[in-house]
């Protein structure tokens, strides 16, 4: 099993940063992927950015050019960076990871974005 604790949410003004970490009770370096998502209020859950075993990382158009998600294989925890935050990055952000064949999730962590 893996447990997944994300951190860092808060409240921020918009055009400010945020960075959020998610600690894993297993060596990110065996994970296969690991990915942040977020959930709106009366929103469906959606992928914010995924990251490969190998390190490559992918976003979602609409955090381009702001978020940047990383890895710290000596710390077991995942990042992700965002930057010029908008009212609509509003949200839960949640932390996954598919280990040996199986999707773990986080608690969340709440990001909230004033215009």
């Known amino acids: 099993q893996v447990q997944l604790v994300e951190s860092g949410g808060g409240l921020v003004q918009a055009g400010g940063s945020l960075r959020l970490s998610c600690a894993a009770s297993v060596s990110v370096f065996s994970i296969n992927a690991m990915g942040w998502y977020r959930q709106a209020p009366g929103k469906q859950r959606e992928l914010v950015a995924a990251?490969?075993?190998?390190?490559?990382?992918n976003y979602a158009d609409a955090v381009k050019g702001r978020f940047t998600f990383s890895r710290d294989n000596a710390k077991n925890t995942v990042t992700l960076q965002m930057n010029s935050l908008k009212p609509e990055d509003t949200g839960v952000y949640y932390c996954n990871a598919l280990y040996s064949s199986r999707w773990y999730w986080g608690q969340g962590t709440q990001v909230t974005v004033s215009s």
């Open positions: 990251i490969s075993s190998g390190g490559t990382a």
